[in-house]
Nanobody, 115 residues
Framework: QVQLVESGGGLVQPGGSLRLSCAAS????????MRWYRQAPGKERELVAT????????NYADSVKGRFTISRDNAKNTVYLQMNSLKPEDTAVFYC????????WGQGTQVTVSS
């Protein structure tokens, strides 16, 4: 059974940091590119960051460049999103996504940036 389980979301003040994790199981993690998306209330789902199978190639949305870092540990079947200097406009549900022979989605984790 394929699973992507996100964790690490929560409430944080502006300027704060959070680290999201996405634990994968049920497929060969190292053969999949991984992505983080987010969806704010009333908005479409937005691609935030991508990472290649071996972790050497990463890409970011302009809105998060220099603040967010995506990484992966293939030994732990986990992808991470380190989020620094968070802003209220980062408030959204964050989703983990696996891209390869198939496409898989996690259930999402809520990130709220508010004072």
């Amino acid at each position: 059974q394929v699973q992507l389980v996100e964790s690490g979301g929560g409430l944080v003040q502006p300027g704060g940091s959070l680290r999201l994790s996405c634990a994968a199981s049920g497929f060969t993690f190292s053969t999949y590119g991984m992505r983080w998306y987010r969806q704010a209330p009333g908005k479409e789902r937005e691609l935030v960051a991508t990472i290649g199978r071996y972790g050497h190639i990463t890409n970011y949305a302009d809105s998060v460049k220099g603040r967010f870092t995506i990484s992966r540990d293939n030994a732990k079947n986990t992808v991470y999103l380190q989020m620094n200097s968070l802003k209220p406009e980062d408030t959204a549900v964050f989703y983990c996504n696996a891209q390869g022979a198939y496409t898989y989605w996690g259930q999402g984790t809520q990130v709220t940036v508010s004072s």
